[in-house]
């Protein structure tokens, strides 16, 4: 019986590992493979009585102009756990550029997931 719970224990603590392996490999995928992009960010300076002055950073892509999305595709995008995608463009520096926003994946174009 000792036997059968030392096979157990390794058992599950090498699919622990394979299963914390496989959360790396994915995030290292998206950074090889993905394009290094920069967002612009707008900031915010609030005061706060118990934390006193800090800073909190929002992201100008955030806030996509009406005419980018479609108007019959607006109140589908407002669900949740809808997955909507971003089509780009960069400026000179690298910067990100929001082009459309929309449920289906454009082709062709690179495009932010979120």
Known sequence: M???KVILIIAVVVLQAAA???????????LQDGDL???????VDPRDLLRG???????EV??????RVRAEEFKEMQKPERRVY?????????????????LSRPQGQPLFAG
Do not use: C, H, W
């Not at 990100?96 to 926003?101: Q, R, T």
């Open 37 to 43: 992009v920069f967002m612009r960010t707008l900031p």
């Open 62 to 67: 955030a806030n996509i102009p009406a005419e």
């Open 86 to 102: 971003l089509a780009y463009s960069t400026d000179f520096r690298n910067v990100m550029v929001p082009e459309k926003l929309t």
């Open 2 to 4: 000792r036997k059968y």
């Open 20 to 30: 914390l392996a496989a959360v790396v490999m994915q995030r290292e995928t998206v």
């Open 53 to 59: 002055d800090y800073v909190r950073l929002g992201y």
